[in-house]
């Protein structure tokens, strides 16, 4: 199994950047599939998931209106869409994937495979 995680950087306050993810080795399809973020000193957070399907989506509040998640199942390929994005969003993200369902989809520990992360950074 492999979740690789590219397209972190350094960006100006109200930047854009997409992050991708590629996955390998599980059924894509049959995963829930869930972006979060680790700032420095703090505890990883949720940032958006998409169920299988890629019909329902969820969003923290602090992004929501400005991230977008999306899937592409034929590419095997998770994305973030990020927009007006703010210092507050510095963090390392993790692309991570659960096989549980659209339940508890916020909850890191729930999910069973997590890719290696990939820095943004937002400068003010």
């Known amino acids: 199994v492999q979740l690789q995680a590219s397209g972190g950087g350094l960006v100006q306050d109200g930047g854009s950047l997409r992050l991708s993810c590629a996955a390998s080795g599980f059924t894509f399809n049959n995963y829930v599939m869930g972006w979060f973020r680790q700032a420095p000193g703090k505890e990883r957070e949720f940032v958006a998931g998409i169920d299988e399907t890629g019909a329902l989506t969820y969003y923290r509040d602090s992004v929501r209106g400005r991230f977008i998640i999306s899937r592409d199942s034929a590419e095997n390929a998770l994305y973030l869409e990020m927009n007006k994005l703010k210092p507050e969003d510095t963090a390392v993200y993790y692309c991570?994937?659960?096989?549980?369902?659209?339940?508890?989809?916020?909850?890191?520990?729930?999910?069973?495979?997590w890719g290696r992360g990939t820095l943004v950074t937002v400068s003010s």
């Open positions: 991570a994937a659960r096989r549980m369902g659209w339940r508890y989809v916020r909850q890191s520990r729930t999910y069973d495979y």
